[in-house]
């Protein structure tokens, strides 16, 4: 079974440029979470996806980031513009039906500069 | 407000003893809890869930949980240099199925 995939790996840009994120879940998974992760902090959630619906979108800055979950399998995050404080890892991760655990994908490193 | 605390470590403990970490979280509204461990540069992965009080055990790893208390545990025995990561701890509260996260503990096997 593949796993969580995410793209790009890496990613260095200016301040005030955008970015996009993706993700790929595992198959059959209709549960996707993104997050942010800084050093030495505990993932902070940005938002949850229940299929196409977002359920949890409390913690996006809505001003600056969006994402969109089309057909309910792939998700991108995007930013526009990043900030400095923007740099930072951001994972996504998915679960089946009814279960709570939650695998990752290998995450982003955003660097803006 | 919904609040996971852990000590950010590090903890070290020698190879072959008994490690021990915790996690506390503010509202008896919690349900469901889940210990994480993430190598540095690498991402989470579940190692532990526990739902009802009392000890669970899964190879070297025991999670204990006392909800009176507000406290979820981690024990691993016979640590090994592997066992040397981050670990999370992460809560859901049945209000909204939120997952709330602490900051983790370092954990350093030294042989």
């Known amino acids: 079974e593949a796993g969580v995939v995410q793209s790009p790996r890496y990613k260095i840009i200016e301040k005030k440029q955008p970015v996009a994120f993706w993700c790929n879940p595992i198959s059959g998974h209709n549960t996707l979470y993104w997050y942010r992760q800084n050093l030495g902090q505990g993932p902070e959630l940005l938002i949850r996806y229940e299929n196409e619906e977002a359920v949890d979108d409390s913690q996006l800055p809505k001003d600056r980031f969006s994402a969109e979950r089309l057909k309910g399998v792939d998700s991108t995050l995007k930013i526009q513009p990043a900030e400095l404080g923007d740099s930072a890892v951001y994972l996504c991760?998915?679960?089946?039906?009814?279960?709570?655990?939650?695998?990752f994908g290998p995450g982003t490193r955003l660097t803006v500069t | 407000q919904k609040e996971v605390e852990q000590n950010s470590g590090p903890l070290s403990v020698p190879e072959g003893a008994i490690a021990s970490l915790n996690c506390t979280y503010s509202d008896r509204g919690s349900q469901s809890f889940f210990w994480y461990r993430q190598y540095s540069g690498k991402s989470p992965e579940l190692i532990m869930f526990i739902y009802s009080n009392g000890d669970k055990e899964d190879g070297r790893f025991t999670a204990q949980l006392n909800k009176a208390s507000q406290y979820v545990s981690l024990l691993i025995r016979d640590s090994q240099p592997s066992d040397s990561a981050t670990y999370l701890c992460?809560?859901?509260?049945?209000?909204?199925?939120?997952?709330?996260w602490g900051a983790g503990t370092k954990l350093i096997i030294k042989p």
């Open positions: 992460a809560v859901i509260w049945d209000s909204n199925y939120q997952l709330i």
């Open positions: 991760a998915s679960s089946p039906v009814g279960q709570f655990r939650q695998y």
